[in-house]
């Protein structure tokens, strides 16, 4: 089976709205939190955090369903995953879920995991949407 190509580099930002404890589903990659005291991330707004991410981080995962609508996303190397809840439990029962969706992205990808486990991608170009 052939491995996506960008899954070498990927590194993980976590959104202030998800448990930390989420980084050990992820082993062997570099993985972050904005609350991590070395990023010093904590409490900057989104259209900041998706300018800071650039070069440093390649997917953003977060609980806020607004940053699709919010922010322009067009043109941005990075990738989008919103998970449906922010609960600790909850986040982490879904960890080998998350994994398996997060092996499967590309760049310029918006994916929603619904509560109802369907995945809906969307991609950041709209005009691409067919």
Request: glycine share 8%; proline share 3%; hydrophobic share 40%.
């Amino acid at each position: 089976m052939r491995q996506p190509h960008h899954r070498v580099a990927l590194r993980i930002l976590l959104d202030e709205n998800i448990p930390v404890q989420l980084k050990a589903v992820f082993r062997g990659r570099v993985v972050k939190s904005v609350n991590d005291t070395d990023v010093g991330w904590k409490n900057i707004k989104n259209g900041r955090l998706l300018v800071e991410m650039d070069g440093r981080f390649d997917l953003l995962i977060t609980a806020d369903r607004n940053i699709y609508s919010q922010q322009n996303l067009t043109g941005r190397r990075i990738c989008i995953l919103v998970l449906p809840a922010n609960r600790r439990s909850e986040v982490l029962a879904l960890g080998e879920q998350i994994v398996e969706i997060v092996d499967g992205m590309s760049v310029g990808e918006y994916v929603v995991l619904e509560k109802t486990g369907v995945v809906l991608t969307i991609p950041f170009d709209r005009s691409a949407e067919g």
